[in-house]
Nanobody
């Protein structure tokens, strides 16, 4: 499985951004897709998950502002982030979970200016 993430950039606080993660390869093996983020000097944390059945799960810290979705026709998962805060500044990674391995995208940087 290969993942290509994009959509990051410099955004003002209060604004929105939509990240995309396009999957290719053995996509039929994917059980769930996740978005993680890693702020400078901090650990990588899961922020949102969407399962193959469409169930969504969010970290408590992002509930109400983050929305994970997918377009099966495009083999793409999205992360919509609204009401951006400076503390949302991080590298955002998408990940694909299969029964035997987790595959990672290259990360896309979101910088929120105050």
């Amino acid at each position: 499985v290969q993942l290509q993430a994009c959509g990051g950039g410099l955004v003002q606080a209060g604004g929105s951004v939509r990240l995309s993660c396009a999957a290719s390869g053995n996509i039929f093996s994917i059980n769930a897709m996740r978005w993680y983020r890693q702020a400078p000097g901090k650990q990588r944390d899961m922020v949102a998950t969407i399962t193959s059945g469409g169930r969504t799960i969010y970290a408590d810290s992002v509930k109400g502002r983050f929305t994970i979705s997918r377009d099966n026709a495009k083999d793409t998962v999205y992360l919509q982030i609204n009401s951006l805060k400076p503390e949302d500044t991080a590298v955002y990674y998408c990940a694909a979970m299969t029964a035997w391995e987790t595959y990672w995208g290259q990360g896309t940087l979101v910088t929120v200016s105050s």
